[in-house]
């Protein structure tokens, strides 16, 4: 019998305009008989172990058929001769012949007996032939656990994964689909001298860290154990091929970064205006926004070297007229009272200061304080005494007429505490970098209308006799006016400027971005695409290798964008890994980690799905968060549960039990002895590592990262480096802070190329891209073919509508000052998003993707 089916692909495309050298050769390699060919295989009928399979069929009218000029899909039309014995086809085989790659979507057929309509979801590239010493097959939208996968299908799927598993060996090209894993061992260029080395990360008690994609590159001359390094303007780094942006983000992101090459080619020092490498007052700040800034002739001059199109060139005008303006940040839009009041005091009110803390692009950090004076956590044998300086007499005046004690007792104190991880490097990055700063704990009290205040800041130095004798600290009260309001306005810099560091390089680069990595080389190299979990956990990783490469090509590396904009400068990384030292997979989980930071307590009583309480009733960042935490896991056990009807199941599932075992011992392989990891024999495990995974994947990195432009792209409220410590008595910096204190502050924080480079990264980072795909959605409607999955998954999509609902509620309750604030910004960083109009990409400030894509 003839069974009719359609093929729907994409051409080879370079952006958005048609390849015509290819289209007109694969049209050749079509007149001399070498065309895209498919073989069904039977899931029914065996031929020695394997799935019987059927004859060649062609795609048809590939010569005749119109391709788009933009990088649009190609139907094509195919007919299968097919045996009606051998039974239901489960998979087939599709061989390239023509010149060049193209990127195939889906496979229907149409009336196959006994089914009807078969859909085959690909969503893959696939090259020519030559490039493959193996047959490329993709299988139907049937999930399978290996103990029920159809007899025949069974050594396809098992020769499958044995393929995307490679051999460990050689350097990878472009068309390959081996993920491996490496060290962070390509940060460095020590070919270029000792300054430009960096150390392994990953591998050693020392240095641990997760594991990275493997390239294969060739190992330095100079040290062996680093990986070579590809010249700066170049963006291909390997990354398994389906793993790379598609055609819109590659848009879009080429789009997002002209502007960011430029600042890595604009040297230190360029004039931006009248004096050299400084702002003259903070309408130079503002100016940046209002009017834009010129693009100096050296930049220009250089750009032309590396991206010699004509396109570009025009892009960049050579006749010094304004070319770049950066949109208003969202925390500075509000009203015009509030933007005079920025211009100044430099900095938020003491509220709005704090409130950040709760609802900001770094809410992942506050603690409560349990213990007074906090004490430090750092090996008094190296450090010394690090316990906080801080005394009753700085704090109770302010405690709405309680005592240290009571508000403890009370739960009424909390603590902002960066000093431990900052004091570590703190030696090494004030004498070798150009950063001047402190370690730093913030002392906050919840008063009765249920905001934080500030009570102290507390700024710590080595002792400048040695480490060990411990540290040397200042406290800092609120004050508004004269030399004291000065002061306290420098020490909230501070403050912003540790802060955001541990946030770009530990809350937003560690936990999201390189924790994720292992799980998706594990999950591509031990469960196959018809597991179950796979098909759970997929659409989480779309994108998140390719971003990750390309931030050890351009920002991570040495002499890279986060070198030059965040305080620990070329300690940057290296810092990162001493806090993976503490990294616990299970605290990933938002119930656990607001439990370990005091932010909550298990509540049995609570109406609430979550089972908890907060300390802080009103915390956007959690009450928000819950919800949706709660939302994944509910559809997280909806989903497995389908599949692991028993914990045997689970047990004795091969590929699942593989797929944990290599996460711990190899993708986290640093922490494979630690007794906290899931043991993955229960539903239960499951369920919270699913869950987990989905929530760092999805929501985590939502409100870490999209925060970043709205709240920190005017740097007076988010400073991301301090240039000199806090002036002494007596001396001129010291006078300046009474008589001229707007240029006291602008001296002290982020200088103008600084802050242009750094406001250019996190614009880009900030920014989704206009193909996004949101949780709650698929980019494929016939993701699975089991109803039940995705009448589930439908559930799922529902609820996170009806919390859309109930944050905008939030927000509009005046009762929750935390929600809104002085800067009038309501937070929307967890608003998942999911209506129609939601993939309009850019700043938009709120929306939940699927996966960490920026």
Not at 197 to 215: I, K, N, Q, W
Not at 299 to 318: Q, V
Not at 436 to 442: E, G, L, Q, V, W
Not at 558 to 575: D, I, N
Request: hydrophobic content about 35%; overall charge negative.
């Amino acid at each position: 019998m003839k069974i009719k089916g359609k093929v729907v692909l994409m051409k080879k495309n370079v952006l958005d305009f048609n390849d015509l050298k290819s289209s007109v050769l694969d049209r050749v390699y079509e007149l001399i008989g070498r065309g895209v060919s498919l073989q069904l295989i039977s899931a029914a009928n065996e031929n020695e172990m394997r799935g019987k399979i059927g004859e060649r069929a062609y795609l048809e009218a590939w010569i005749t058929t119109i391709t788009p000029l933009h990088a649009g899909d190609s139907a094509y039309r195919i007919t299968f001769e097919w045996d009606e014995a051998d039974g239901v086809p489960g998979a087939f085989i599709i061989k390239n012949s023509h010149h060049s790659q193209f990127y195939l979507k889906s496979l229907t057929l149409e009336c196959v007996p006994g089914i009807g309509r078969l859909h085959f979801v690909c969503n893959s590239w696939v090259y020519p032939a030559s490039c493959y010493n193996h047959d490329r097959i993709f299988f139907t939208n049937q999930s399978y656990l290996p103990c029920n996968t159809p007899e025949p299908l069974l050594k396809y799927r098992e020769e499958e994964l044995v393929i995307l598993r490679g051999d460990g060996t050689g350097k990878r090209e472009e068309w390959d689909r081996i993920y491996d894993y490496a060290l962070y061992n390509d940060l460095g260029d020590p070919d270029k001298g000792p300054e430009q080395a960096r150390p392994v990360l990953g591998g050693s008690a020392e240095y641990p860290y997760p594991r990275r994609g493997r390239t294969g590159r060739p190992p330095t001359k100079t040290d062996p154990d680093s990986e070579s390094r590809l010249p700066l303007y170049r963006v291909d780094v390997y990354v398994p091929r389906d793993e790379r942006f598609g055609h819109l983000r590659v848009a879009d992101f080429l789009g997002y970064a002209v502007k960011a090459l430029i600042q890595l080619l604009v040297p230190e020092g360029t004039n931006i205006d009248s004096t050299p490498n400084e702002f003259d007052n903070i309408q130079d700040v503002t100016d940046l926004y209002e009017k834009g800034f010129k693009l100096p002739a050296g930049p220009r001059s250089a750009l032309r070297d590396y991206m010699p199109s004509e396109t570009i060139r025009e892009l960049l005008r050579t006749d010094g007229e304004k070319l770049f303006r950066f949109p208003i940040p969202q925390v500075i839009k509000g009203t015009n009272e509030v933007l005079v009041a920025i211009l100044f005091t430099f900095t938020w009110t003491d509220e709005e200061f704090a409130r950040e803390m709760l609802a900001g692009l770094n809410p992942v950090c506050i603690c409560l304080l349990e213990e007074f004076p906090p004490t430090s956590k750092l090996d008094p044998d190296i450090y010394g005494d690090q316990s906080s300086q801080i005394t009753r007499e700085h704090v109770e005046e302010k405690l709405e007429g309680l005592t240290v004690e009571e508000a403890l007792q009370n739960k009424k104190l909390f603590i902002l505490d960066n000093h431990d991880i900052a004091m570590s490097y703190l030696t090494r990055i004030n004498s070798n970098t150009s950063t001047k700063t402190y370690a730093t704990r913030t002392f906050l009290f919840l008063g009765e209308d249920g905001t934080l205040k500030p009570l102290a800041i507390e700024l710590s130095l080595p002792n400048p006799d040695g480490e060990h004798l411990g540290a040397i600290s200042k406290i800092f009260k609120p004050a508004e006016d004269g030399v004291e309001g000065s002061l306290w306005q420098l020490a909230k810099a501070y403050v912003g400027v540790v802060d955001t560091g541990i946030h770009q390089l530990i809350s937003h680069w560690l936990h999201t971005h390189a924790t994720m990595e292992p799980f998706i080389i594990a999950t591509n190299r031990q469960l196959s695409v018809v597991h179950p979990i796979h098909k759970l956990l997929h659409p989480h990783f779309k994108d998140t290798m390719n971003i990750n490469a390309l931030a050890r090509q351009t920002l991570l590396n040495v002499g890279g964008a986060l070198e030059r904009t965040v305080f620990p400068g070329k300690y940057s990384v290296e810092m990162s890994s001493a806090s993976y030292k503490n990294w616990v997979f299970t605290e990933q989980a938002l119930p656990a980690d607001l439990i370990k930071r005091g932010m909550a307590v298990p509540d049995e009583t609570s109406d609430k799905t979550h089972g908890l309480r907060l300390t802080i009733e009103d915390y956007p960042y959690a009450v928000d968060g819950l919800e949706v935490w709660s939302a994944i896991e509910t559809w997280v056990h909806k989903y497995c549960s389908l599949y692991y009807p028993s914990d045997e199941l689970i047990q004795t599932d091969t590929e699942l039990q593989s797929w944990w075992a290599e996460i711990v011992t190899v993708g986290h392989g640093d922490k494979k002895d630690e007794p906290w990891w899931p043991k993955m024999q229960t539903l239960k495990d499951l369920t919270l590592s699913c869950t987990t995974i989905i929530w760092v994947a999805s929501a985590l990195h939502a409100a870490i990262n999209f925060g970043q432009y709205p709240y920190g792209g005017y740097l007076p409220n988010r400073p991301s480096i301090s240039r000199r410590l806090i002036p002494e008595p007596g001396t001129p910096e010291h006078d300046e802070l009474g008589l001229n204190p707007e240029k006291a502050f602008l001296k002290t924080i982020t200088n103008q190329f600084q802050t242009v480079l750094g406001i250019t990264l996190i614009e880009i980072l900030s920014k989704h891209a206009s193909d996004e795909v949101y949780l709650g959605q698929r980019d494929t409607a016939e993701w699975t073919s089991e109803d039940e999955a995705l009448k589930a998954f439908m559930e799922f999509g529902q609820e996170l509508v009806k919390i859309e609902n109930r944050i905008i509620e939030r927000n509009e309750d005046k009762k929750l000052k935390n929600r809104y604030g002085p800067a009038k910004m309501p937070y929307t960083l967890l608003y998942p998003n999911t209506s129609d109009h939601s993939r309009i990409g850019g700043l938009t400030g709120r929306g939940i993707p699927n996966s960490v894509t920026i």
